[in-house]
Structures are given as C-alpha cells and as structure tokens.
C-alpha cells in the first residue's frame, strides 16, 4: 500500500495506477453492501422472519460496525502495515459474506453483516489514504477525488441496481454471494500490483473503539426500539441513558489519550469540521432515502425487484456524471460556490419526494427528484471531500482520511434510525389501510430527510469562511440602502 507519509518512494516501487484500480474496486464492493440489500429487503423480510422495525438492522448491522471500526482499522493499517491489514479485511469480509448467502435465520445474518462491517472497516481506510499519499493537492489530488467521490456516491446508487438484478434473476442471497469472487481476485492481485507501507510506532485506542461503537449501537437501537414500541418504552429510554454514558465516555476518553483514534484537534479547523458534519447529514438523508424508496416503488408502484433497481438509474449515471465534472469546475467557481449550488437541487429533490402518496406514479414523483439528487449530490461530494483533507498535518492524514468515511457511516446509520422513528410513528397514525399507512410514513420519513439536507446547507454556509463574509457584506449593503430609504 502506498504510503501516506512518504508517496514518493512508493510510488518509484509499485504501480499507483494499476493499485488506485484495485482499491477503487474494492471500495466499490464495500460501498456497494451498504445498498445492494435494500432491494432484497422485502424477500430478505419474508424469508428470515423480519419484523418491518427490525429490518433496518440488516442495513444497521454492517455500518455500524464498518463507521465505528473504520479509525481504527486506519490506526491498524499505520502499526501494522496498510497492504497487510487491507487483506486481512478483505479476507473478513469476502467469508462474511458468504456466511450471509447461506444464512437460515436472522440472527446468523445480522451476525454475518457486522463481520462485513468489520472487514469493510480493515479495508477501506486504505484506499483514501492512497488517494491522499498518491497525488499531491491541488488539481491531481482534485481528480483523483472526483474519480473516488463517484465510486462513493454512484457505487451506493449502482448497489440498488445491482440489488435489482441480483434479486430479480437469481435470490436475495446472491446480493451477498457476488462479493465472494470478487474477494478472492482482489486478495490474489493486491500482493503483486500494491507496495506494502512502512510500519509506523503507535499504540491502540481500543477504549476509544469500543466506547464509540458501543454508544452508537445503543443510540441507533434506541430509536428502532421508540419506533416499534414507542418513546415511553422502558428499553428505549434506557437504551437512549446507556449511550449518552458510553458517548460521554468515549469523549473523555478522547481527550487523555496519548494516541486517541479520533484526534478531536481534526475538529479545530472550522472548515474541516464543517464538511465532516455536513457529510453526516447529507448521508444521513440519503441513506435513509434508499431504504424507503426502495419500498415505496416495490410494495405501492408494484414494481418487481428488477424494476425497482432499474429506477435508481437515472439519479446512479447523473451522480457519475457530475462527480466526474465536478473536478473540472472548481478552479473556476471554488468549491464553496459548488457546495451551495449542489445543495439547493438537493432539498429540492428531498422536498419533492416528501410530496409521495398513495397515488404517486414514477414519472411524475419519482423520476424528477432522483436526477436532482443526482446531480446535485455530484457537485457536493468532491469539494466536500477536499475540504475534509485540505491542509492536514502529515501525522494526521490517515486519521483525516478515515473520518471521512466515518461519517458517511455513522451518519448513514443514526439517520435511517431516525427515519425509520419518524416512519413508524406517521404510520400508526395514518389510518387508512396499509398501502396509505406506507406511503404517509415514508413521506413525513422524506420531510425529515429534507430538514437534513437544509441543515447540511447551513453548516456548509457558516463553516465556510468567505460565504460568511459574503453574506455579511450583503446584510451591510442590504441594510445601507435601507438606511437611504
């Protein structure tokens, strides 16, 4: 694996090209897990015995694990070399998913999925840290992350296709059986096309990952549990106790470490602190967006599988279309001005699908605020990215590398919990029968997720330094010639 400390020396030894491809491979795989299953939800229900709450953990499962585990596996990767432990994870989760295929009962599947999470979190902190170590900032870096941000951003889209055809043609448990070979052809290349990194001194946080990945499965169970049960429930309100202490905790934790695995000093900058935030609640609507939409076209269009993957198409090639211009248009506008112009089709687009009811139809509610999405999530996500990595110290690049992904996960996770809070509450309340249960669940769901979105543009638009100071110019002029007047 190419260092992130000292690329030069790597690069002169291994094929940064023929790497880059194969962990962008491999990142697909792993991104796409995050959504393959949301497809196979309704057959993976039916064949497991799920309850409708309890189905989130199929997708809960797997990012919890993978964001609460990912600055640690990055940690790993500098102790104990990034090839080595790369492997190691995709080793974990090529033989987690094949557990997952022949899964009889939920619990083994859920199982199945946490140790996907924890290959993932071995894996990918690997292949940011190349595109960090590999190209030096500014345009080189710029594309590589444009080509990077749409591997992330349209392998979730593509995930759902995928699902689609997987499920249609084959069973659910080939959306778990297709990583398999995958696995085995990436861990035979990587020793011949990859350079390992040099081990680097350094000790575990292990107090740190457990506390955090502990204090977020409580919170994320807390709220599934509200949903089913409601707010008053006994087990949730204690669910919601124990993670304000293992969060708390975590913190403390955070702040005495010698080498804490989330140095809180990445959080100093206002701009990188920014972006990782606006990154949790733009994944966090999105995410929850492919879990009940996938539903809605399934159980209320009536569509097969298939069809419903095939849907997804047109927000999959707009985001990789956009992510793909994206690099080209930031030295001209900057990235700011593209983050708050990728936002507002965003909300409007997460707007449009708070409308769906029972009697929405694909064309008229569906396929309008998926191309959107897509483009307006392809103008964000590079500039986003870049601002996460923008100036960090050398020491802390792999640190700064994994929290992106980070709070993709974490983000993905507590948003679909609360989503799915908001679900099940509309939904008791809806009356009706049950397709009008769905469908006004799903849209005060889409209401949430759209609040999301505008709080991912107010944060954008305070963490960013001259967007501040052009507004405050604008209240000034505003406010002068109202003086005159």
């Keep these: 694996m190419v260092s992130v400390r000292h690329p030069g020396p790597t690069r002169r030894r291994g094929h940064p090209g023929l790497a880059l491809v194969i962990m962008l491979s491999a990142q697909l795989m792993i991104i796409l897990d995050m959504t393959v299953v949301n497809i196979a939800l309704p057959h993976i229900q039916t064949g497991l015995n799920f309850s409708a709450a309890s189905l989130s953990w199929v997708l809960n499962a797997y990012t919890l694990t993978f964001g609460g585990l990912l600055l640690l596996g990055g940690r790993a990767g500098d102790i104990l070399g990034r090839r080595r432990v790369f492997l190691a994870g995709i080793a974990l989760f090529t033989l987690s998913s094949l557990a997952g295929g022949i899964a009889t009962t939920g619990w083994m599947l859920l199982a199945a999925r946490a140790l996907q999470g924890v290959g993932g979190a071995l894996a990918s902190p690997a292949v940011l840290a190349l595109v960090v ?13 444009g080509i990077y941000s749409a591997v992330a951003m349209g392998g979730a889209s593509l995930g759902l296709v995928l699902g689609g055809v997987i499920t249609e043609w084959l069973s659910w448990r080939w959306v778990l059986f297709v990583n398999v070979p995958v696995g085995i052809v990436v861990l035979a290349v990587t020793p011949l096309f990859v350079t390992e990194s040099p081990r680097q001194p350094g000790r575990f946080d292990l107090a740190g990952a457990v506390t955090s990945t502990a204090g977020m499965t409580a919170l994320v169970y807390a709220f599934i549990r ?4 409601g707010w008053s429930d006994d087990l949730a309100v204690a669910a919601f106790a124990v993670a304000a202490v293992l969060l708390g905790l975590f913190l403390l934790t955070e702040t005495r470490a010698r080498q804490p695995i989330t140095p809180l000093r990445l959080f100093a900058d206002l701009g990188r602190g920014g972006s990782y935030l ?25 569509f097969s599988p298939l069809a419903a993957g095939v849907a997804f198409l047109p927000m999959t090639l707009t985001v990789f279309g956009v992510s793909r211009a994206a690099p080209r248009l930031i030295p001209r506008f900057g990235g700011t001005r593209l983050m708050l112009a990728g936002m507002l089709p965003v909300i409007a687009g997460m707007a449009w699908l708070a409308q769906v009811s029972a009697g929405t ?36 690049s792999g640190a700064a590398s994994s929290m992106v992904n980070v709070m993709q996960q974490v983000g993905g996770s507590l948003g679909l919990a609360i989503l799915v809070t908001v679900f099940g509450t509309a939904a008791r309340h809806a009356g009706g029968d049950a397709h009008h ?40 002029r505003t406010g002068a010639l109202s003086t005159r007047r």
């Design 133 to 145: 170590g590999s190209f030096a900032e500014g345009r080189e870096r710029t594309r590589a992350l």
């Design 361 to 396: 139809g694909y064309l008229a509610g569906i396929f309008g605020p998926l191309v959107l999405l897509g483009t307006g999530m392809g103008l964000v996500f590079v500039p986003l990215t870049a601002a996460s990595l923008a100036g960090v110290a050398p020491a802390d």
């Design 278 to 302: 606006a990154r949790l609640l733009l994944v966090a609507g999105m995410f929850g967006m492919f879990f009940f939409l996938t539903q809605f076209v399934q159980e209320i269009l009536g």
């Design 226 to 229: 509200a949903a089913a049960s």
């Design 437 to 476: 249960a769905l469908a006004h669940g799903v849209s005060a769901a889409f209401s949430v997720a759209t609040l999301f979105d505008v709080a991912a543009l107010a944060v954008i638009v305070l963490s960013a330094g001259p967007a501040v100071s052009a507004l405050a110019g604008l209240a000034a």
